[in-house]
């Protein structure tokens, strides 16, 4: 059983520093997409980017939860031997 519990904690050590990883590319990724569009496609540019962006943050978090809720089917699945 300890030896369960070390796994576990290495590979959700593992799981949080690519979490926080891919959180801070997306973060880097939209700032730079704001700047590239505000200086050189000009103000209208920008204000579709600014009235898109939410919806692409609906898609994302939607992607997001299935992709979760997937990963756990499948961990129990595993877990249960199928």
């Known amino acids: ?13 593992k799981s949080v520093i690519s979490i926080i990883l891919a959180a801070i590319a997306t973060m880097v990724g939209i700032v730079i997409d704001g700047i ?6 000009g103000p209208d540019s920008m204000a579709a980017y600014g009235l898109v962006t939410p919806v692409i943050n609906l898609a994302t ?3 997001g939860i299935l992709a979760t809720g997937a990963q756990v089917i499948c961990a129990q699945h595993l877990g ?3």
């Open 1 to 13: 059983m300890k030896n369960n519990g070390q796994i576990i904690s290495r590979l959700f050590k």
């Open 61 to 63: 978090a939607f992607s």
């Open 36 to 41: 590239v569009i505000g200086r050189f496609l």
């Open 80 to 82: 249960a031997g199928n």
